[in-house]
């Protein structure tokens, strides 16, 4: 059988990207550690330094490991090519990079991952791109901030703070009339769970570092594109030298093969973690798009074929600091970190109100994010619990 697009996303994820008989049958590809890549004689070694040479020629442009790696990627996102960084955050920069120029226009959705919106403020912006940011709401009404030199926009869905759920194929279709190319930070359901391409994305970023790693152990970056861009996006990666250490392949390479189990697993646990948190007394909004009370539910069952673990909840207003307290310092089972994706569940107190300038947060009470793990979910569910019970009683000695 050929590699292919036929293929389904779990046979993907199992197959592509090996080539077990080209390695005298070992399973898994080899981890090559290189910087210094030899040239056998003086011809091949001229070839190897001329555009187009499709072999190796230096250990940050690629080596097996690497092009394993981004073969696998490619085949899961239905891409043309992939390129991967050193982190998520340099999957967002350089894609933008690739698409704007200075006198151009970026239109930014207003929920983008907090590091995004300061590249696009303290970096864009300096170097004469302006950024208007938008109502990630806002569906086919984004036809109304076209401007003639504007030629990018960026989505992200869901949020990863607040969760809103954008109209992708909306956005995409004004953008393409206007001849705006589209990008997604797509970390949040990965190609498991949301086909960027097939909803009109031409660039698609993800942070390796959450579910294709899933272990907590590596930074990596992946940026995925169509025919278009493709080319264009390898090539600002590789003027920022942009590259990957070989056993940070390897372990990435390895977490696709448990992708789709892991994120089955964090996706149910986040949902029933979510449901049970609407019958909470302490709590007065959950955020999680899977559920029917969500404003974006309808798209997300529309475009969405899953959900993973990541989700937010708002406590309701009045509960003290101390009290706050009491419930995360004394949770057994939630780490309080930056990131998620991985197999351990997390939980961190949000403020999103200063990341906003299109629309306002305007939730009194405490936001709340929750990355659901691999746990069993009656002991989840049975420590949060504990934790609201103690909110409430530290709340009442208080008052
Ligand atoms: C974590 C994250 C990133 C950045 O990934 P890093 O590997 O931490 O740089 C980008 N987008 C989203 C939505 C994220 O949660």
């Known amino acids: 059988m050929k590699p292919g697009s036929s293929r389904r996303k779990r046979t993907q994820l199992t197959h592509a990207g090996r080539h077990p008989h080209d390695n005298h049958g070992v399973v898994n590809p080899p981890v090559y550690h290189a910087s210094t890549i030899l040239q056998p004689t003086l011809a091949q070694w001229e070839a190897s330094r001329k555009p187009g040479w499709t072999g190796y020629r230096y250990g940050r442009w690629s080596t097996p490991t690497s092009n394993a790696f981004e073969e696998a990627v490619t085949e899961f996102y239905g891409a043309a090519g992939t390129v991967a960084v050193s982190s998520g955050k340099a999957a967002i920069t350089n894609a933008l990079l690739a698409c704007v120029s200075p006198g151009q226009h970026l239109l930014v959705t207003d929920n983008a991952y907090g590091p995004t919106r ?12 302006e950024v208007t940011y938008f109502d990630p709401e806002i ?4 036809a109304g901030l076209f401007r003639p030199e504007t030629v990018a926009v960026y989505t992200e869905a869901p949020g990863s703070h607040t969760f809103e759920i954008s109209d992708i194929p909306a956005i995409a279709t004004a953008a393409h009339r206007h001849g705006a190319v589209v990008l997604m930070d797509n970390t949040w359901a990965s190609a498991l769970y949301f086909d960027a391409f097939a909803h009109g994305v031409d660039i698609v970023v993800e942070a390796v570092t959450k579910y294709i790693c899933g272990h907590s152990d590596v930074m990596m970056g992946v940026i995925a594109a169509n025919e278009t861009w493709a080319g264009p996006v390898r090539e600002m990666a590789k003027l920022h030298g942009n590259g990957c250490g070989g056993d940070d392949l390897y372990l990435a390479q390895r977490g696709l093969r448990t992708l789709a189990v892991r994120m089955e697993q964090n996706g149910q646990n986040g949902l029933a973690l979510a449901s049970w948190l609407e019958s909470r007394p302490e709590v007065s909004r959950v955020l999680h798009p899977g559920l029917p009370s969500h404003p974006g539910h309808a798209l997300w069952k529309r475009d969405f074929t899953g959900s993973s673990g990541l989700f937010g909840f708002v406590l309701k207003p009045g509960y ?3 009290a706050l307290a009491a419930m995360l310092d004394g949770l057994e089972l939630y780490g309080m970190g930056a990131s998620w994706g991985g197999y351990e569940s997390l939980i961190l107190p949000l403020d999103p109100t200063s990341d906003r300038t299109a629309t306002t947060w305007d939730e009194p009470g405490q936001l709340m994010r929750v990355h659901a793990g ?3 979910i009656d002991d989840l569910i049975a420590d949060l619990g504990a934790g609201l019970d103690r909110l409430s009683s530290a709340t009442a000695r208080t008052g």
């Open 374 to 376: 691999l746990e069993d």
């Open 320 to 322: 003290p600091r101390n």
């Open 139 to 142: 569906g086919a009404g984004i």
């Open 118 to 129: 300061r590249f696009s403020d303290a970096f864009l912006s300096r170097f004469g791109v």
